[in-house]
């Protein structure tokens, strides 16, 4: 194994314990077991599991049902929806080709993810949101169709929404506003800048901050964690995607949180254990457990 596939090495455990909230075990090497125990060995103590479709959605349902340090939450993705309507079977999706593409399909997928969000170890309905960057025109409507369904069942079912957006800051803030943001709404990977998060620090939408925090060019990043107040913060790792410096291009992991914690906290000016008690304080409150 080349030490670009290695996984990084445990890094000094946290004062104070976190969550990882937002993680893909699903699509990570090794067991739930494996991934849990190294997690809570640097302090990492809780992950909200995030499902991408139908299936992704049960299996992250099954997994917090089976497991006390897991929670879920449960979603189409953005581009899960004009997959579905398109009849495009490659990306996230992992039910093949469908026979029959369309609006009835996506119907369908939603009323299962409606059926998932009623049960008590499913705190969130996400990821959804708006995604302009691997989305084009001819999907747009249903991906729009399908983020304001997610929010009327965030809402009805009283979970909190978590939201995707890649280059749709505008349009996802326009259809909260549109629709009622639920009481409990969290940016995950928020790609904002520090104007954006003034906004959603206005609205009371909590900002979870992933990896990329860390890399050289993202001072724009930074610049929003600087402005957000700390009692909207959150913390995540959307593994296996986005490994914080100095690992990027390495497999992510929730064990990997206390890296992107640490950046953090320099960011902001903050003791590590404050922003580590305020960010687990925050993540419970969001997530309502």
């Not at 497999?251 to 640490?262: E, S």
Request: hydrophobic share 45%.
């Amino acid at each position: 194994m080349s030490s670009k596939d290695a996984p990084p090495p445990l890094p000094e455990p946290l004062g104070v314990s976190v969550a990882d909230s937002h993680t893909h075990l699903d699509m990570q090497t090794g067991t739930v077991e494996e991934a849990l125990t190294k997690a809570a060995a640097v302090g990492v103590t809780t992950v909200v599991q995030v499902g991408c479709d139908v299936n992704g959605s049960r299996w992250a349902a099954e997994t917090a049902a089976a497991y006390d340090a897991v929670h879920a939450a449960v979603a189409l993705h953005p581009n899960e929806a004009p997959r579905i309507v398109l009849g495009d079977p490659d990306g996230w999706s992992r039910q093949g080709a469908r026979e029959a593409g369309g609006d009835a399909a996506l119907d369908e997928a939603l009323a299962e993810i409606d059926a998932l969000a009623a049960l008590p170890h499913v705190l969130g309905v996400g990821e959804t949101g708006l995604d302009h960057f691997r989305t084009g025109p001819e999907g747009m409507a249903a991906q729009e169709r399908s983020f304001r369904a997610h929010i009327e069942i965030a809402k009805r079912h009283g979970k909190a929404l978590v939201i995707h957006d890649r280059e749709a800051h505008d349009d996802v803030l326009r259809v909260l506003r549109e629709e009622g943001a639920p009481e409990r709404t969290v940016f995950h990977c928020y790609s904002g800048d520090a104007e954006m998060a003034k906004v959603c620090a206005e609205a009371g939408y909590f900002m979870s901050f992933a990896g990329n925090v860390t890399f050289k060019n993202a001072q724009p990043l930074r610049d929003a964690l600087a402005v957000a107040p700390a009692e909207l913060v959150l913390v995540e790792t959307d593994a296996p995607f986005l490994t914080p410096a100095p690992y990027r291009g390495r497999p992510n992991a929730p064990y990997l949180i206390p890296v992107t914690l640490r950046a953090m906290a320099e960011v902001k000016g903050m003791d590590e254990d404050a922003l580590a008690t305020a960010v687990a304080a925050n993540t419970a409150r969001a997530f309502g457990y």
